[in-house]
């Protein structure tokens, strides 16, 4: 691990990486990124929106302010950046689509959904279609769906693929991608992980090869996969528990 201790920053992915699928992080968890905090700059990127990360991340820490300003977040795959500004966490830039697009997706994404037999299922939990601002996603289940019953659905992505081609078929200036256990993110052409890094580079002005990103999904068509063409170093893990042992190692 001496290689990642000379990385100016640790990215890291949220759902399956830092806490479980819309779950929150755990003490464990949460105290090893406090104490990463004290020596290293962290970004958290994700194709979750912004209160998510609330959820998650922001709700449990409890950390010095001085170390706050090491950690910055990029939801909805860096089409929006947070970071810590006198005492309270302030919103920098968003990438909002607009309202035509926004509407041109859904409508395209729900005929999709026919074609690909989608079939509501008679609980759900929250929305299925939801407008993060600079992201349209669907959840099959709904948003808040349970974990258990997330992994119970669509668990070879057999479902989402057929959406995915489904729209891919009526809408073009769109990037339909699988994101979490049951969600597709649909974004403009060219939004994904690998630009979020680019973002991050751009924005905080550390170059790729002092990065290191750590994510659950960099296999072949997982959503963390993009940024391998960045060039940036990376480190695949399955679980939270694998991310905490990196950490360790890598603050010890």
Known sequence: MGIYRRKEIIVFDLDGTLAESKGVI???????LEELLKIKKIAVITGGAYPQIE????????????FLSNLYLFPTDATSFYRYENNTWTNIYKED????????IIKALKESMDEADYQKYEKTYGE????????????????QAPLEEKLKWDPNQILRRKIIKAFEKRIFNYNAKIGGSTSIDINRKGIDKAYGIKQIEKTLNIPIDKMLFIGDALFEGGNDQAVIRTGIETIAVKEPKETKKIIQKIIL
């Open 26 to 32: 755990d003490n464990e968890m949460l105290d090893l």
């Open 55 to 66: 959820k998650a991340l922001l709700s449990r820490i409890n950390i010095s302010e001085p």
């Open 97 to 104: 689509l607009e309202l035509e697009g926004k509407e041109k």
């Open 128 to 143: 299925i279609i939801e407008d993060r601002g600079s992201q349209i996603t669907f959840s099959g289940l709904g948003q």
